[in-house]
């Protein structure tokens, strides 16, 4: 039987396949080479990148909970600079589509990543909105579709025409609204979900289990609520929704396709097994060739509810 | 220098555990990669309890590698340390590593060392000895419990070690009572030595505080929440005293303790 056809499409942008690695599971794109090769996948959406490094939040920083994760990593990062001049090109060299995750304390800061970015042949961008807007006293900026359409304007004029997805915080009342903003910006898609927000508490000793006090929650536990925002962005968007949170299998990335999402990203399960993001791309292919069918079109949004 | 070895995914079988204290346990799993593992100062990523059991591999020393099987040893602390001392014999397990530099690549030229371990840092004294014996390099082994019924079987200990110092914090079982820095910092007035310690972190703390005082080199396992162990996570990252951070997985678990930033950790 042929070969299914996997390839995905995020606006100008056409992809292999729709297994992307998660922002902050992969690294840099090529520290796992040896176990997953970045070249074989959708895409790798590196660590989220600022504008000059940040040295991220004190230990301990991350805390196993019933079905997930919690981290409080503060985006430690090397920063823009150092990235593009040493992790983007042997990346780019290995044969791999690459998205920059990138994070801003203010649109102003989103503008000009996306201007450092723009001369590159990184392929997209992936704006992560889940960060504290220090003008707003630390508030994200993922709640407000005003910050969220503020930000990808940014993005859009600065970027020098590169495709960008805004990716999505789930914690918010209407997350349709929200996506609504970055698809009337220009996104080329959104993806869906970030953490989720979250406390652990260490009873004994009368204080957070983080170093950094509040966290974020991260696989299995997430799933159905992210299952839940993607079918509702798919519902209300015209661009494509990439999903993501809890996948851990070709099943659950399945489970998302026909919730509507037009590709998957792969996070914890990474940490976990870091052939994960491909062992879930080699099931999709069989799964394909079990159901008989050439491509995941006939499955993509055909959860009726 | 050596390169790191590449860490792989192997299989093996738990082929017999025994237990050495009232929650510490000796585990040998059998696995056809077993040599890939000799790597001193390293260590892997485990899993093997029922499904859905914990979520992430947890990470243990590499305690020793003996025919055709890795050695750990592993302290009651949790579900998945409570999971994996009790496996019946045959239990499947999942291996992923060796993880980190190994100390013939931290420290291609050893001296001769006092090793210092507090508790189950115990775990990774073994096949340092053995990699120490090996370099023609002396060795002595100072360990340190809180009280008796974590003492590890002194005939067990005796049968790998054979240079040791046991100290007992409450005077509670064998060895001489009080703080395991106590002998060392006399062994350390009679003879400085350069100094590998495992154990808690206000344990690591105080001997760099002693080589300091003693003009060695204090060479520590760092203790950190790991998720990943392959350097992507970021979970594991430390302060460095010169600015910049360690990622313990991938850069450790071996560091000399002095370049810690021990205040910000
Ligand atoms: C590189 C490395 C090597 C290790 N080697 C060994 C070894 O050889 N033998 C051994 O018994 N243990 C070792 N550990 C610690 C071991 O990984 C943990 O005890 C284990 O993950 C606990 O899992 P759990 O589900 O049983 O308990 P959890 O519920 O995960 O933890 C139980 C308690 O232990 C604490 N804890 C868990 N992990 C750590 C950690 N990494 N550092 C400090 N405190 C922790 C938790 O905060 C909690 O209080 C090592 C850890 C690392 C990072
Ligand atoms: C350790 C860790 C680090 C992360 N770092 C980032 C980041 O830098 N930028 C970002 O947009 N998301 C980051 N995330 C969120 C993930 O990309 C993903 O949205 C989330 O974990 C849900 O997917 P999962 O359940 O498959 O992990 C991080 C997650 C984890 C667990
Ligand atoms: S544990 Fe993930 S980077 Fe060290």
Redesign the pocket.
Known sequence: MKEPDLTARLGPLTLKNPVLT????FGYGLELKDFCPPAALGAV?V??LSLSPWPGNPGPR?FEVPG??M?S?G?E?MGVEAFVTRALPPLLAAGATVGV?I?GRSPEEYGRLAARLAGTEAHFL?V?V?CPNVAKGGAAFGGDPRAVDEISRAVREMGGGKPFLV?LTPLVSDIAAVAAAAEGAGAAAVSL???LPGLAVDLARRRPRLGGGLG?L???A??PL?LRQVWLCAQALKIPVVG????MTAEDALEFILAGAEAV?????T?IDPRAPLTILEGLKDWLRREGLPNLGQIRGALRI | MTASPAPLIAFGRLRAGRRLSADTFWLDVETPAAESFRAPGCFLKLRGWPEPGPLLDRPFSLHRVQAGGLQLLIRRVGPATRLLCGLAPGRPLKITGPLGRPLTEIIPDPADFYLVAGGVGLAPMALVLDWLRESGRRSRLFYGERSGRHQVDPAWLAAWADDFTATVDDGSGYGRPGLVTEPLAEALAREPRPILACGPPPLLAAVTGLAERFGVAPWVWLEAGM?CGLGV???CSLPLKEGGRFKVCREGPVADGRTLDWEAA
């Open positions: 998660a922002s902050g599971t959406i660590k989220g991350m997930g994760l981290n990593i985006l990062n995750n994070l992936e992560n889940s990716k979900i970030n953490t974020g991260s696989g299995p997430v799933k992210a993501l949170g809890g996948i990203e792969v996070g914890t399960a940490l | 998720a996570c970021l979970s």
